[in-house]
């Protein structure tokens, strides 16, 4: 008799290598800091507009109503 023990996966990690979240934490972190834009490190324009992204939406006035 054979032993299934249900469909194999593959280990296929791509959908994992996304660095873009992390440069977005940078970005925002900057912005906590009080860092100022032309800090940006990054000079790849996806990487930067990550890091842009992150950082303007963290100077977003909140609004704690």
């Known amino acids: 008799m054979e032993n299934v023990t249900g469909a194999i996966k593959p280990l ?3 959908h994992q ?3 873009h979240p992390t440069v977005e934490a940078a970005g925002a ?3 906590q800091k009080g860092l100022r834009v032309c800090s940006c490190p990054y000079r790849h324009p996806a990487m930067k507009a990550s890091w ?3 950082f ?3 100077q977003q006035l909140s609004l704690d109503l």
Request: charged content about 35%; cysteine-free; hydrophobic content about 35%.
């Open 29 to 31: 972190a900057a912005a």
């Open 12 to 14: 296929d990690r791509r």
């Open 56 to 58: 303007a939406q963290e």
């Open 52 to 54: 842009l992204k992150g």
């Open 17 to 19: 290598n996304n660095p």
